[in-house]
C-alpha cells in the first residue's frame, strides 16, 4: 500500500535560520507531488508541485524553493526563514495519470520565533 | 481551472443530513469536481469525486447538475466526528494528466449535538 511520510511533525525556527522539510511516498511510482502551506484558520494554498525528478512549479513566488531529487522524494527548503512563513505545511502526492485523489501528509507546524 | 465558491460556514443537525454546495460555474469539459474533508490539525482526506453523474460512495453523495456548474455534497447522517471543512475543488485532466490542485477556502461543517 502507499504511504507518505513527512517530517517533523513540529518545529520552531529562529528567524533568519534556514529550513529543509522532507517528503518521502512509498508503494508508487511516479507520482506528482505537491506542497501546501495553511495559515491559522485559512485554507490550503498550493506552494509548489513536482511532476517529475528535477521538474519543479512554483505557484506563488517568496521566501521559499522546493527540490526533487529523487522520484518519491520532495523538499522544501528556505536559507532565510521570516516570520511570515509559520504555518503548517503540507505534502501530497497524486497518481500522474487519471482521475484519482490525492494523499495527504500529516503536517509540519512551523513556528518561526 | 475552474475557481469554486462555497459558503464560509454552515451548522447541520447530528443524524440529519448535511448538503454542501459547491459553485464551479467556469467548468470545462475536462475538468472534475473532487471534494475533501480537513479535520482540524491534520492532512485533509478525500472524500468523494464526479465528472458528469452523480456518484455515491461509503462516506457520501455528489449531486452534480446537468450543466456542471454546481455541485452538492451530501453526507446522509451526519456525525460530530464529520466537523471539518469541506473543500469543494475542480481538477483538469489534460491527456490523461493532472498537474496543479488547487484549493479554496472551504466550507466549515459544524456538527451540532
Known amino acids: 500500500s502507499q504511504t507518505i511520510h513527512q517530517w517533523p511533525a513540529t518545529l520552531v525556527q529562529p528567524v533568519g535560520s534556514p529550513l529543509s522539510l522532507e517528503c518521502t511516498v512509498e508503494?508508487?511510482?511516479?507520482?506528482?507531488l505537491y506542497w501546501y502551506r495553511q495559515a491559522a484558520g485559512r485554507g490550503l494554498q498550493l506552494l509548489f508541485y513536482?511532476?517529475?525528478?528535477?521538474?519543479i512549479s512554483s505557484e506563488v513566488p517568496q521566501n521559499l524553493s522546493a527540490s526533487r531529487p529523487q522520484d518519491r522524494q520532495f523538499i522544501l527548503s528556505s536559507k532565510k526563514l521570516l516570520l511570515s512563513d509559520s504555518g503548517f505545511y503540507l505534502c501530497?502526492?497524486?497518481?500522474?495519470?487519471?482521475?484519482?485523489?490525492?494523499?495527504f501528509g500529516q503536517g509540519t507546524r512551523l513556528t518561526v520565533v | 481551472d475552474a475557481k469554486t465558491t462555497q459558503p464560509p460556514s454552515m451548522d447541520c443537525a447530528e443524524g440529519r443530513a448535511a448538503n454542501l454546495p459547491c459553485n464551479h460555474s467556469?467548468?470545462?469539459?475536462?475538468?472534475?469536481v473532487y471534494w475533501y474533508r480537513q479535520i482540524h490539525s491534520q492532512g485533509p482526506q478525500y472524500i468523494i469525486h464526479?465528472?458528469?453523474n452523480n456518484e455515491t460512495n461509503e462516506m457520501a453523495s455528489l449531486i452534480i447538475t446537468e450543466d456542471r456548474k454546481s455541485s452538492t455534497l451530501i453526507l446522509p447522517h451526519a456525525t460530530l466526528r464529520d466537523t471539518a471543512v469541506y473543500y469543494c475543488?475542480?481538477?483538469?485532466?489534460?491527456?490523461?494528466?493532472?498537474?496543479?490542485?488547487?484549493f479554496g477556502s472551504g466550507t466549515q461543517l459544524t456538527v451540532l449535538p
Open positions: 464526479g465528472l458528469k
Open positions: 508503494g508508487t511510482s511516479n507520482p506528482n
Open positions: 467556469t467548468i470545462s469539459g475536462n475538468e472534475y
Open positions: 475543488i475542480v481538477v483538469s485532466l489534460r491527456g490523461g494528466t493532472a498537474r496543479q490542485l488547487t
Open positions: 513536482s511532476v517529475g525528478i528535477g521538474q
Open positions: 501530497a502526492w497524486k497518481l500522474r495519470q487519471g482521475a484519482t485523489e490525492a494523499f
